[in-house]
Nanobody, 124 residues
């Protein structure tokens, strides 16, 4: 089991930026696909971004061009840089680790381990 700890989120104005990080306590971090998901009140958890063990990245259409996911294997950490934030980005953001098949890489069911979540609030 992988323990994941996200950094604190925060409150930011629309158009602003925020970077989230997620530290994993596992020796084989480099072998995991890492993902970021989010869940707004009253909505289902949705995929935001993912990065494979080889560094390939993929994004939800809603964040493409604004968010960047990256990983630093030497620190067992994955990051989510969020720029040009919008009020609709307000949600609890979750880090996830797993080994999903490519067809499941954007699904919550494709990941086995989850962080506790961190709140991101974007004011208009």
């Amino acid at each position: 089991q992988v323990q994941l700890v996200e950094s604190a989120g925060g409150l930011v104005q629309a158009g602003g930026s925020l970077r989230l990080s997620c530290a994993a306590s596992v020796r084989t971090f480099r072998t995991y696909v890492m993902g970021w998901f989010r869940q707004a009140p009253g909505k289902e958890r949705e995929f935001v971004a993912g990065v494979t063990w080889s560094g390939n990245t993929y994004y939800a259409d809603s964040v493409k061009g604004r968010f960047t996911i990256s990983r630093e294997d030497a620190k067992n950490t994955v990051y989510l840089q969020m720029n040009s934030l919008k009020p609709e980005d307000t949600a609890v953001y979750y880090c996830a680790a797993g080994a999903p098949a490519p067809t499941r890489a954007t699904m919550t069911g494709g990941y086995n381990d989850w962080g506790q979540g961190t709140q991101v609030t974007v004011s208009s």
